[in-house]
C-alpha cells in the first residue's frame, strides 16, 4: 500500500510538472555556482588562470562563465566560479573532456586550490527581478541567502514584487531575486542580489524607505519588516567583488 501512494504521488508531481512547463515556454535561466578557496598566496595566479580558462572555453554565450571574489562574511577569501546565467540544455552540452576543457583546468587552475566548496543550481526568477544585467556593470554585490519558514514563500513573493518596483522606479541598482530548485538540510530558499560600485556607497542610506514607502504609504517600510521577521527562518549574507 505504502508503495502505491508513493507512485501515486510521484505521478502527480510529474504529471504537474509536465502540465507546468510546455514545450514552447522561455526555458529557465539558471547559474551554478561552484566556491573556491585559493592556496596560500595563489589569489592573483588561480584569477589569472581561471580567467585565461574561461576566455578560452567560457566566452560570451550559453557556456559563459564568470568569477567572484567574496570580500566578507562566513566565506570572505574563497572565490565563487559562476556557470552562466545559462540554460539546462547548455549544462547538458557544457565543455567536458571534449577539446581540453578538463585538462586546461586540471592543469592550470587545480594546482593553485586548497579547497573546493559546495556546488550549487540557482534559477533567475525574472517576475520578482530588475537589472539582471546591471551585475556585470557593477563592481559589487551583496548577496542575501535566505531561509522561509515552511509554507511562507507566497508571503516572500509579496515582499519581493514590491521591492522590485521600488528599484525599478529608481533604476540605479539591480535587484535579482533567485531561487534553489534543489533543496539540501543546509540550503536556502532563495537569494537576493544588489548591486552596488563602492564600499563607501554600500554604508549609505539608499533612500529606499521613502521611497518605498512614496509607493506603499506611511509605516509601509515597518510593516514590510514585521512580514519578514514572520516568515523568514534566518538568512546569510556576503558581499561579492566582480572579478570579470
Given at each position: 500500500?505504502?508503495?502505491v501512494t508513493i507512485a501515486a504521488i510521484l505521478a502527480l508531481v510529474l504529471t504537474a510538472s509536465a502540465i507546468a512547463q510546455p514545450a514552447n515556454d522561455k526555458p529557465t535561466t539558471v547559474v551554478e555556482t561552484m566556491y573556491l578557496l585559493p592556496k596560500r598566496g595563489m589569489d592573483d595566479k588561480m584569477?589569472?588562470?581561471i580567467k585565461a580558462h574561461d576566455m578560452k572555453f567560457h566566452p560570451d554565450g550559453q557556456y559563459q562563465a564568470g568569477l567572484r571574489k567574496v570580500e566578507y562574511g562566513d566565506k570572505a577569501g574563497w572565490y565563487v566560479w559562476i556557470f552562466g546565467p545559462t540554460t539546462y540544455s547548455a549544462i547538458d552540452s557544457r565543455p567536458k573532456?571534449?577539446?581540453?576543457?578538463?585538462?586546461d583546468w586540471t592543469t592550470n587552475v587545480e594546482p593553485l586550490i586548497d579547497q573546493y566548496g559546495?556546488?550549487?543550481?540557482?534559477e533567475y526568477n525574472p517576475d520578482l527581478s530588475y537589472g539582471?544585467?546591471?551585475?556585470?556593470?557593477s563592481n559589487y554585490?551583496?548577496?542575501?541567502?535566505?531561509?522561509?519558514?515552511?509554507?511562507?514563500?507566497?508571503?516572500?513573493k509579496a515582499i519581493a514584487e514590491k521591492l522590485k518596483k521600488v528599484f525599478e522606479a529608481d533604476g540605479k541598482r539591480g535587484f535579482v531575486i533567485f531561487n534553489n530548485p534543489l533543496h539540501t538540510t543546509e540550503s536556502a530558499d532563495v537569494a537576493i542580489l544588489w548591486t552596488f560600485n563602492s564600499f563607501d556607497d554600500w554604508s549609505k542610506d539608499w533612500g529606499t524607505k521613502t521611497a518605498f514607502e512614496k509607493i506603499y504609504g506611511e509605516g509601509s517600510w515597518r510593516h514590510m519588516f514585521d512580514e519578514w521577521d514572520d516568515i523568514v527562518k534566518d538568512y546569510n549574507?556576503?558581499?561579492?567583488s566582480i572579478v570579470k
Open positions: 500500500m505504502k508503495k584569477e589569472a588562470a573532456k571534449e577539446g581540453g576543457h578538463d585538462a559546495s556546488t550549487s543550481l540557482w539582471y544585467d546591471m551585475i556585470k556593470k554585490y551583496e548577496m542575501w541567502f535566505v531561509s522561509l519558514k515552511h509554507g511562507q514563500m507566497y508571503r516572500f549574507a556576503e558581499l561579492r
